[in-house]
């Protein structure tokens, strides 16, 4: 029980830090929606207090890794759309820039995994992407469902 109760408190914690450095206001939902993956994917795995903090650490800074990777996307998409009535732009360059940055999120995804090597065995990869998968799901049926209610 004390392991658990200071489990979730560093759980907590690391989220709350990472939520002080995201003040937009938008990211509230979506920072209560990775506390309670970050809760779940730690009692799915069944790992201890140390794999717990470690695995928590790692992901923060992948998630913010991929963020950034995707607003230096979304500035490209920007910077394309303005750029399509210009009929001088090279396209191609563009196009290879903003294929070029998904292929990093690629990159980023896989060495990330391939990096929690030292914190999880194989099986518990292959569970942690599967609870990727099934939490996502569970996400959007919740949506529907509220967007439902609405």
Known sequence: MKTT????????????????QTN???????????????????????????ASIKLIAR??????????????KDSL?????????N????IAKINDQI???DLLIVKERLNYFNSLSDILNNEKILKYLLFEKDFKMEIRKMMKKRAGKE
Do not use: G
């Not at 009929?87 to 090279?90: E, F, G, V």
């Open 5 to 20: 109760l200071k489990l979730l408190f560093t759980v907590l914690i690391l989220s709350s830090i990472n939520f002080a």
């Open 59 to 72: 992901k923060n800074q992948h998630n913010k890794n991929i963020l950034k990777l995707i607003s230096e």
């Open 77 to 85: 998409l920007e910077a394309a759309r303005n750029l399509m009535s």
């Open 24 to 50: 937009q206001k938008n990211n509230i939902s979506h920072e209560k929606i990775e506390e309670l993956k970050n809760i779940k994917l730690i009692e799915y795995l069944k790992i201890d207090e140390e």
């Open 87 to 90: 009929k001088t732009a090279n």
């Open 99 to 101: 294929l070029n940055i």
